[in-house]
């Protein structure tokens, strides 16, 4: 079970940490282009190693 999540650099988001330990259900809500879907492509990338969407690592890491 995942318990805690920190993305830093990947797509548009900055950094971010996640602590589901105390939180029962998430819902991912928000307006266009906030970074829900780069947030459940996280989530992809953390369980099976690549980006759902590119093999390329540099259009989804910001190296910077």
């Not at 950094?15 to 330990?21: Q, T």
Request: zero cysteines.
């Amino acid at each position: 079970m995942l318990r805690k999540l920190w993305v830093k650099g990947l797509r548009n988001l900055q950094e971010f940490n996640l602590d589901l330990e105390e939180i029962p259900h998430v819902y991912i809500l928000g307006e266009n282009n906030q970074g829900k879907t780069n947030f459940l492509e996280s989530l992809y990338l953390l369980g099976n190693g690549h980006s759902p969407v590119t093999s390329r690592p540099e259009y989804v890491v910001n190296f910077d």
